[in-house]
């Protein structure tokens, strides 16, 4: 049956008692399309009823939302029509907008292509060296294609002038690095001296992060070995092999090109008289990179500062890797190195254990990690709320603190709570007075 509605519903409407109570069950035969929780149908305006209308307006009706149903207007109409015409309109706009994103990527590699067989004719590269090397090329520029898709769509579907901007992006990209290469193989001559063969591997902590191996390395002695992370530009020196020591350098130089978190394409190449010879260019080795390391100071407050950290979900959380390497600290996985860049961050537990600079006792929710640290008993354990903000205000008021109960854990120092919560989808921090602490179950314990 068709709704019809006297006056508008939601934010700034005239809500009245049927009509809100006819658009909370319209709005929630949307809400597993929607992913939201079902409204109560009490005919009462409400903040979640708006927030609802909302996320309908964005996700359905496919405008700027004002947060109200209006009678007559699209909104209505959109909820009239249902949630299953509105789940086969948005399965056909996903269709289209994936074949749109397909019919650029395929424009791209043509233009990259075009442009890049021309600029290696102009250097005399022979048929035989060009194959591989586009081989290569379109791996990369490929990914780079597909990374700055995956960030121009971080918050929604990318519109056709957002496609053509990340098109030159990838595209500039590639024929940046293939233009590298080809410069510096200037005086060179092509097919003189073979592919090096690089080896690679991911790698623990404790080993360094990667391991690399070269062979096929030509006898002159005048020649050097250079490993590239994605770019010509980005090159060290490993004429003297890998070593674990070889990681700084490496880190400094993913640093540099912005390459933490992401599947890099490494290669080996030999110099001649000082310029890369691209005849001697290995096949890649793809491989995860760590995601960014926290460059700050360890503290309550320093780790608060990055706003790249987020919260990584219940009992998923990273730990800091209490030994800087090049004065930076990186997130660690069991014995491994963080290499999702969703996970970049800490549950609430882990958040108060890397600030204390430890990656122990945080097993349970509070009580193991207070042990571990030596924090010493205050009378406060399993108090209620009252005595809690009580505390705070008067005994509390200095010193560092550690706080739990059944499930959370959080800091509080000087009187402030600091946290990693779900709520807040990262850090927080707020006056203890008027933290929302549980009515029963407190525990807290002086560091």
Partial sequence: MVVTLAGSVGRKGKNGVEDVRAVQKLLNGFAGLLKLSKLKTDGKPSKALETAIGKFQEEVCKFRPDYRVDPKKTTLKKLNAGPGK??????????????AKEDQHKKTMAAVKKLAEKAAKKQGVD???????????????????????????????ADKKCMVKTAEQARKDALSSLACLLEENGQSQPGSKVPLILKGSATNIKSGCFDFKVSGVSPDPKAKVFLIAGKAPLRMDITKGWTRKSMVE????????????????????????????????????????PVAPFKGTVSLDGIGKDTGMTYTGNGKGRYLYTAPINGWYFLKYG????????MRGFDCITFVGSAMKTMRGMSGRGDGLADHLGASKVGMEGVSKDKVVEFFGKDGKTGTYIA????????????????????????NKKSAGSYGWPSSGNHVRKL
């Avoid at 509105?86 to 074949?99: G, I, L, R, V, W």
């Avoid at 090397?133 to 960030?151: I, N, P, V």
């Fill in 86 to 99: 509105a789940a086969s309109e948005q399965k056909a706009a996903e269709k289209k907008h994936e074949k």
């Fill in 127 to 157: 048929s035989k060296s060009w194959a591989s090397l586009y081989s290569d090329l379109e791996k990369y520029a490929t990914e780079q294609w597909f990374a700055y898709m995956g960030k121009e769509e971080k918050n929604g579907p």
């Fill in 250 to 289: 490496l880190f400094k130089l993913l640093d540099q090109g912005g390459l933490w978190g992401k599947k890099v394409s490494f290669y080996a190449a030999e110099t001649t008289d000082g310029k890369l010879d691209m005849c001697t260019m290995s096949r890649p080795v793809v491989l995860a990179t």
């Fill in 335 to 342: 014995p491994d190195f963080e290499r999702d860049p969703k």
């Fill in 404 to 427: 739990w109960w059944s499930t959370h854990c959080i800091a509080v120092k000087n009187g402030t709570v600091y946290e990693f919560s779900q709520s807040k989808k990262g850090f």
